[in-house]
């Protein structure tokens, strides 16, 4: 009787079971911010608008919440929950969908400069085609405290 053919299921079946059950289980680690440099989930904080603008820019509420105003509709802002992937790097995405059909929207931003007054986000290009990382100079709202 040849035994090739009883063979290759039960090692490809050891091989999933083992690939299965092996892998860790629980929910995924947090995001460390661990290293040098400061951690801005704890220090954005305020109103920062784009420069040139007389509304457009982000509100950090907290480590988890941003408030984003568009020039045009300025008292319609959208809001974003905030997810720090590290201490400079984090997710935004869209609190409330456009309608229940579609998911909600997802920005990655890094933080390439922050001094107190002015910041500089990096938006990460996360979809299709040739386009580039774009930055966004944003300077804080005259008038709101420095949290540094």
Same mark, same amino acid.
């Given at each position: 009787?040849?035994?090739?053919?009883? @063979?290759?299921?039960?090692? /490809? /079946?050891g /091989?999933?079971? @083992?690939?299965?059950?092996?892998?860790?289980?629980? !929910?995924?680690?947090?995001? %460390? %911010? =661990?290293? !040098?440099?400061?951690?801005?989930?704890?220090e @954005?904080?305020?109103?920062? *608008?784009? $420069?040139?603008a +007389?509304?457009?820019?982000?509100?950090?509420?907290?480590?988890?919440?941003?408030?984003?105003?568009?020039?045009?509709?300025?008292?319609?802002? $959208?809001?974003?929950?905030?997810?720090?992937? $590290? %201490?400079?790097?984090?997710?935004?995405?869209?609190k409330? !969908?456009? $309608?229940?059909?579609? =998911?909600? &929207?997802?920005?990655?931003? =890094?933080?390439?400069?922050?001094?107190?007054?002015? *910041?500089? *986000?990096?938006?990460?290009?996360?979809?299709?085609g040739?386009?580039?990382?774009? &930055?966004?100079? *944003? %300077?804080?709202? !005259?008038? +709101?405290? /420095? +949290?540094?």
């Amino acid at each position: 009787m040849n035994r090739k053919p009883l @063979l290759l299921p039960l090692v /490809a /079946a050891g /091989a999933f079971a @083992l690939g299965w059950f092996g892998r860790p289980q629980g !929910p995924p680690a947090p995001a %460390r %911010r =661990s290293g !040098p440099g400061p951690d801005y989930a704890t220090e @954005l904080r305020g109103r920062f *608008l784009i $420069d040139s603008a +007389e509304c457009a820019g982000f509100e950090f509420v907290g480590s988890d919440y941003a408030i984003w105003r568009n020039e045009i509709t300025c008292n319609d802002p $959208d809001t974003f929950y905030l997810r720090w992937l $590290d %201490r400079t790097t984090f997710l935004a995405k869209q609190k409330h !969908p456009y $309608d229940e059909q579609h =998911s909600p &929207l997802l920005w990655v931003y =890094s933080v390439d400069h922050y001094d107190g007054q002015t *910041l500089r *986000l990096r938006e990460l290009w996360t979809g299709t085609g040739p386009f580039r990382d774009e &930055l966004q100079q *944003l %300077r804080r709202l !005259p008038g +709101e405290p /420095a +949290e540094r």
